[in-house]
């Protein structure tokens, strides 16, 4: 199973990206898709998670900002990142908990993709 992450870049504070992270491989199906985040120095941390029934979760710095959003038939997720701020500014990692067709249940990450905000 592959996750290719794409749409990070620099942007003022103020502005806005989309992430898209695309998995591929040996799926069954995908239970939780999401996004995490990793400032230098810091922990990585949760941002935003959606499951294949739609419940979301949202770290509260970024809830009322970002929304994540899924397409389940071409397991992508997506993560809408609008009135960037400075502290947004991390390594972003795609994750999703999958279970393969040979049915095991694992944890995949993307390569990440760096997200800058310049004040």
């Known amino acids: 199973v592959q996750l290719q992450a794409s749409g990070g870049g620099l942007v003022q504070a103020g502005g806005s990206l989309r992430l898209s992270c695309a998995a591929s491989g040996s799926i069954l199906s995908i239970n939780v898709m999401g996004w995490y985040r990793q400032a230098p120095g810091k922990q990585r941390e949760l941002v935003a998670a959606?499951?294949?029934?739609?419940?979301?979760n949202y770290a509260d710095s970024v809830k009322g900002r970002f929304t994540i959003s899924r397409d389940n038939a071409k397991n992508t997720v997506y993560l809408q990142m609008n009135s960037l701020k400075p502290d947004d500014t991390a390594v972003y990692y795609c994750?999703?908990?999958?279970?393969?067709?040979?049915?095991?249940?694992?944890?995949?990450w993307g390569q990440g993709t760096q997200v800058t905000v310049s004040s």
């Open positions: 994750h999703a908990d999958t279970i393969t067709t040979w049915g095991d249940r694992s944890d995949y």
């Open positions: 959606r499951s294949s029934g739609g419940n979301t």
